[in-house]
């Protein structure tokens, strides 16, 4: 299985654009896919430069309703009008961003709408033998403190957002599971919880942002919140790969916490999957 990451928050290869957003592209037996679109056009800039070429890739997986996730869309089905994208049904409702009495649309782009490549999935849904897709995270255990300030407009009135737009992916390949979560704004170890349910088992590899980034500094609550998912996922047999909104502080917190069983994976990086 190849994994590369088209773009995140951080530079990486030499070259390579960075930006808030997040993209990968995975090979595997079968299938090529791309695994969001970031913010802006700029992962196919990306691509371009580390010889990816996503006019060959057959499915696009978008893990939730959010603009950095899915505003390369639009320019990656004008030169790949025959990619499949496959999202949540809820991901096309409007997301809002509350900052005091104000709120900032932090959606996808409306176009994205109207697509005849995108196809509105409701729960699960296997692809084939090696691709699997899972929703349907209820758990709240430390879930992420940010996550209050995200709401979901309907009509005239916003309410809390709940995540159902979110999903997450599952490849398998010689006999080893990744599990791949975009910003896992459910919280990374009900998603894990979630996946026990399926599985019966731990994934090999994790792939995801934890959205624990900050703007402003971080409190003794935050940090504990913090170390204290480090420490439950230093239990998992599980290597984990991370990013984005993870954030930079948070990310050292966890390293703490987890040593060598978590990495930062960089804009332009390919993920290197230690079993």
């Known amino acids: 299985m190849k994994i590369i990451n088209l773009i995140e928050n951080t ?64 320019e990656l089905v ?65 879930w992420p403190a940010g996550n209050k300030e995200l709401k979901v407009k309907r009509g005239e009135d916003y309410f809390q957002d709940e995540f159902d737009h979110e999903q997450y992916l599952v490849l398998e390949e010689g006999g080893k599971r990744v599990l791949f979560s975009g910003c896992a704004h459910n919280g990374i170890l009900n998603i894990l919880g979630r996946y026990r349910e399926i599985f019966g088992m731990d994934p090999d590899a994790v792939i995801s942002g934890f959205h624990m980034q900050k703007r402003s500094g971080y409190t003794e609550e935050d940090t504990e919140l913090i170390r204290k998912t480090g420490m439950e996922l230093k239990k998992y047999k599980t290597m984990f790969y991370t990013g984005h909104c993870t954030g930079e502080i948070p990310y050292q917190i966890l390293k703490e916490c987890m040593g060598k069983q978590l990495s930062y994976v960089h804009s332009g990086d390919e993920v290197h999957l230690l079993w």
Do not use: W
């Open 11 to 74: 530079k990486g290869c030499q070259g390579c654009l960075a930006e808030h957003g997040l993209s990968f592209y995975v090979e595997t037996e079968g299938h090529r896919l791309v695994i969001d679109a970031g913010a802006t056009d700029a992962f196919l800039e990306n691509a371009e430069r580390l010889g990816v070429n996503v006019r060959e890739t057959d499915l696009m997986i978008l893990s939730h309703g959010h603009y950095d996730h899915a505003g390369g869309i639009p």
């Open 78 to 142: 004008r030169i790949n009008p025959d990619i499949r994208i496959l999202m949540q049904k809820p991901a096309v409702e409007e997301y809002y961003h509350q900052k005091d009495d104000a709120f900032r649309y932090i959606g996808i782009p409306q176009s994205i709408r109207e697509l005849v490549q995108a196809e509105l999935l409701t729960g699960d849904r296997k692809i084939d033998e090696g691709i699997f897709l899972f929703s349907g995270v209820k758990g709240r255990e430390l």
